[in-house]
């Protein structure tokens, strides 16, 4: 499959909320139960130029990737947390690849030093993923995610950029 990676804009929020929405609702890779709007993905787009992304193929649009403070505070401004969503039918294929290097390139060129994943203890396959584009586990946080009625450990894992 063949993607197209691009800035994210304003008419990509609809299909990423429902692409983002599936995950809340249906997997432990997001430990978070309140569903993304289209007016709060848009002012996401907007807010997080040019560190918002999209990948598309056959004018479909199969993933994202986003990129925000890590935490508050001027002491971290070159420290950047990230989001990746991948399609079921798109993965195995580069998409992934594809965002990442399209959204690290995007950080590098504002400042950013360093990206972290924070990743669901329960998705092994986002560990794998991250563990093959360069990110190393720097900390696993025992039961700090609560979703489907059980506690879930974060694996943190970091890139120098």
């Known amino acids: 499959m063949a993607f197209l990676v691009r800035q994210a804009c304003a008419a ?40 918002f ?18 935490r508050g505070g001027p002491g971290y401004a070159h420290t950047k947390e990230h989001s990746v969503m991948l399609a079921e039918a798109a993965r195995g294929q580069g998409g992934g690849r594809a965002l990442m290097g399209a959204l690290m390139a995007a950080a590098k060129a504002e400042g950013c030093h360093s990206m972290f994943a924070g990743v669901s203890g329960e998705n092994a396959e986002g560990v794998l993923f991250h563990k093959a584009i360069g990110f190393a586990e720097v900390a696993r946080l025992p039961q700090v995610g609560r979703k489907f009625d059980r506690w879930m450990d974060l694996v943190l894992m970091q890139k120098f950029l």
Request: net charge negative; charged share 20%; glycine share 6%.
């Open 12 to 51: 990509d929020a609809a299909a990423i909320a429902e692409l983002w929405n599936g995950f809340i609702r249906d997997t432990a890779v997001t430990f978070t139960t309140l569903e993304k709007t289209e007016e709060g993905i848009a002012a996401d787009i907007a807010a997080r130029r040019p560190c």
């Open 53 to 70: 992304v999209v990948a598309e193929a056959d004018g479909a649009l199969l993933g994202f990737a986003t990129c925000f403070a890590f």
